[in-house]
């Protein structure tokens, strides 16, 4: 068994990020690891109180961030 059993990428969207992404899956698949991407949603001003962060803000959040998973499909 590798010392390596999980590797997590962090995607931004730009394609450095998706390079290392790659890279993560080809090192992941010669030691037999699982490899996990996260990316990270930025607040704008699309949160103008707290309480729109309980009515719909969530499937905003979620948009975002699958846009940028999407763009890299292994």
């Known amino acids: ?3 390596y059993q ?7 969207g730009s394609e450095e990020s998706f390079n290392a992404l790659r890279y993560a899956i080809n090192f992941g698949k010669k030691l037999k690891a699982e490899v996990l991407a996260l990316t990270v ?3 704008k001003g699309e ?3 707290a309480l ?3 009515l719909g803000m969530e499937d905003l959040f979620k ?12």
């Open 63 to 74: 948009k975002g961030a699958e846009s940028i998973l999407k763009k890299q499909k292994p």
């Open 52 to 54: 729109s962060l309980f």
């Open 41 to 43: 949603v930025q607040l």
């Open 6 to 12: 999980k590797i997590l990428v962090a995607l931004d």
């Open 1 to 3: 068994m590798s010392i």
């Open 47 to 49: 949160v103008s109180s």
